[in-house]
T-cell receptor
């Protein structure tokens, strides 16, 4: 069935380091893909999205490219800040009539000064 | 701004009680979702609704039911609460289109004792 797999955390980086969080998906059709972020004590909020192959979503210095050939949607940021410490969730919105939203297990990022 | 409001941030209930978790959205969204969030397991879909009075089971519906009598309100019901239902519960809503993101409430942390 449809699913999302993320790299396990926690990921610990120093400030200004490069970030990659891997995400792959399995889908029967062509889903839309999303990254959500959850800061401590808060709900999930959308970070970025891509709705078709080769689309690049970007926001707040984060980027992810929809790669159909590798069924991936890896999250990247060139220089992380302490304020980026949070849990990041990759998700897909299935393309059948249900439009279910399926999440990965989340990756905790800890950025040290 | 889109607002998804969950009725309680924290809830403590006794084993065997019937528990109602309420969620209200103000954006006329067709789709609404209930997830539970547990450490290491990410967000797991319990139920979702794609329109008034319409519902579909998610990945872990056992022990839960839902009600959607009005478009803006989606209720999650724990028929007889058990300790393994202690968790964070997240409600979300979205338009009924696969390219659109979901908006989340702040979550309800339920403890069953």
């Amino acid at each position: 069935g449809d699913s999302v797999t993320q790299m396990e955390g926690p990921v610990t980086l120093s400030e200004e380091a490069f970030l990659t969080i891997n995400c792959t998906y399995t889908a029967t059709g062509y889903p839309s893909l999303f990254w959500y972020v959850q800061y401590p004590g808060e709900g999930l909020q959308l970070l970025l999205k891509a709705t078709k192959a080769d689309d690049k979503g970007s926001n707040k210095g984060f980027e992810a490219t929809y790669r159909k050939e590798t069924t991936s949607f890896h999250l990247e940021k060139g220089s992380v800040q302490v304020s980026d410490s949070a849990v990041y969730f990759c998700a897909q919105r299935v393309s059948d009539s249900s439009y279910k939203l399926i999440f990965g297990s989340g990756t905790r990022l800890l950025v040290r000064p | 701004d889109v607002k998804v409001t969950q009725s309680s941030r924290y809830l403590v209930k006794r084993t065997g009680e019937k528990v109602f978790l309420e969620c209200v959205q103000d954006m006329d969204h067709e789709n609404m979702f209930w997830y539970r969030q547990d450490p290491g397991l990410g967000l797991r879909l319990i139920y979702f609704s794609y329109d008034v009075k319409m519902k579909e089971k998610g990945d872990i519906p056992e022990g839960y039911s839902v009600s959607r009598e009005k478009k803006e309100r989606f209720s999650l019901i724990l028929e007889s609460a058990s300790t393994n239902q202690t968790s964070m519960y997240l409600c979300a809503s979205s338009y009924g289109h696969p390219n659109t993101e979901a908006f989340f409430g702040q979550g309800t942390r339920l403890t069953v004792v």
